[in-house]
């Protein structure tokens, strides 16, 4: 996201008037949601700053200023914050647009912890916009996740949101380590389940892709 990421953390970027940040955060609360952990490290003082004018939902820190930990370790340094029931775990540089439902609530309706370990947010790559690869997974009937194989082209995307439970995070490594290694578990086990998003997903990974997410949301209120 460079130049723009010089001088301003990615999740601070602003897409149609908004941060990214406060694109995910938004949704929250409109789903009920009470307590969110934000994670910070470049520029942790920008972001602390800026979550501090918010009120809903109520959000804590999680510090990483003295070192990355990578997707996986910094949810799992955030756990002690969390509680122990299920929760959305949400990347700050992609978001969606609702469908006919807010996506947040069908998650939190679908997972089913008896049946799955995760339950993923998944877009069609034909509906993605600011997403030029080749998917991430391929969902059988009843929602189960598999990878695609390393030259397959898969039809489904995962769209930075799931569910899980913490006890998942058990036998995970101290210190950096990326969700995909919980994924991967999860899929192997059958229990990586997917949720097709009935809206569009927005990736907002380079500053081109600003531009695209706002003529998108533009359209979705015409």
Not at 111 to 129: E, Y
Not at 149 to 156: C, D, K, L, M, V
């Amino acid at each position: 996201m460079r130049p723009i990421t010089e001088h301003i953390p990615k999740p601070l970027v602003e897409v149609a008037g908004r941060t990214l940040i406060d694109h995910i955060l938004d949704p929250l609360e409109e789903a009920g949601v009470s307590l969110a952990v934000v994670n910070v490290h470049y520029r942790a003082e920008q972001m602390e700053q800026h979550l501090a004018a918010r009120t809903a939902p109520k959000v804590l820190i999680s510090d990483e200023r003295d070192a990355l930990l990578d997707s996986g370790g910094g949810v799992k340094k955030a756990l002690s914050l969390l509680g122990d029931a299920p929760f959305y775990v949400l990347n700050a540089d992609s978001f969606w647009i609702d469908g006919s439902r807010p996506a947040l609530l069908q998650l939190a309706e679908a997972f089913d912890p008896a049946r799955m370990d995760m339950l993923m947010l998944v877009s069609a790559t034909t509906t993605a916009t600011g997403y030029s690869g080749r998917g991430d997974f391929h969902m059988n009937p009843f929602g189960a996740l598999t990878r695609r194989g390393e030259h397959q082209i898969a039809p489904f995307v995962y769209a930075g949101v799931f569910i899980v439970a913490p006890k998942f995070f058990e036998n995970t490594p101290d210190g950096p380590f990326s969700l995909n290694l919980l994924f991967d578990r999860a899929a192997a086990s059958g229990r990586l389940h997917g949720l097709r998003l009935d809206g569009f997903w927005l990736h907002v990974g380079t500053p081109a892709s600003i531009a695209e997410a706002e003529q998108k949301i533009e359209e979705s209120v015409r």
